[in-house]
């Protein structure tokens, strides 16, 4: 019987110490300057109550096509405490006009239907909606008309969702696409993840340490 639990006590300590060894090696998988950034200001998140994950894109830009199918199927994984919110960046030009599009998808209601097909015919069909006609052209199938797509184009909603992701652009202090930002706080760059598994693999990360913040 001594002999049981001496065997017994030595499998629970090589189960102690092997825990407490694979903690500090999930601790030290992901470190700051390394796999991602602190911002040095906070920016604001959409929902205070929930954890926030926002992707920085452009339509334009080949990795974020390229990243789109991993990342809208990761989000659709997310748990309740956590808001997965797509950020278009404005870096001028063609971007903001993008930007711009995208807000005003968003503000007709169809964004969901259209996210995927602006990506791809941008990039599959080589139509680089540069122009308000090339967008009306493009969106008449999916039952938006000129009159409706002009109207929220230029609406006081538009216009100041496409100013707040600018400064956001800006407090993200982000020179690239695409990257994540985590509740505000850190920035994952494709450069510095290597992958988009990783890019997303630190994202989870972060989302743990921030619970674990907000639940101490």
């Not at 063609?94 to 503000?107: A, I, M, V």
């Not at 964004?111 to 941008?122: C, K, M, P, Q």
């Not at 400064?167 to 690239?176: C, K, Q, S």
Request: charged letters at 25%.
């Amino acid at each position: 019987m001594e002999n049981y639990m001496r065997a017994l006590f030595s499998v629970a300590l090589i189960w102690l110490l092997g825990s407490f060894a694979l903690a500090q090696a999930q601790e030290a998988t992901y470190q700051e300057g390394v796999h991602y950034v602190v911002l040095p200001n906070p920016a604001p998140t959409q929902d205070p109550d929930k954890i926030e994950v926002a992707e920085l894109f452009w339509y334009g830009c080949p990795h974020c096509y390229a990243f789109q199918p991993t990342i809208e199927a990761w989000s659709k994984t997310l748990p309740e405490d956590v808001n997965f919110r797509p950020v278009p960046a404005m870096f001028g030009g063609l971007w903001n006009k993008h930007g711009q599009l995208f807000y005003t998808l968003e503000s007709l209601g169809k964004l969901e239907e259209t996210h995927d097909a602006v990506f791809s015919a941008i990039h599959r069909e080589r139509n680089h909606l540069d122009s308000e006609d090339a967008m009306i052209e493009f969106l008449e199938p999916y039952g938006i008309t000129r009159d409706q797509f002009e109207r929220a184009w230029s609406s006081f909603g538009v216009k100041s969702r496409v100013e707040q992701a600018g400064r956001l652009a800006r407090d993200y202090r982000a020179t690239g696409v695409p990257c994540l930002i985590v509740n505000g706080k850190y920035r994952i760059e494709g450069k510095m993840a290597g992958t988009f598994e990783n890019m997303l693999k630190i994202a989870e990360y972060l989302v743990e340490q921030e619970r674990q913040a907000n639940q101490g």
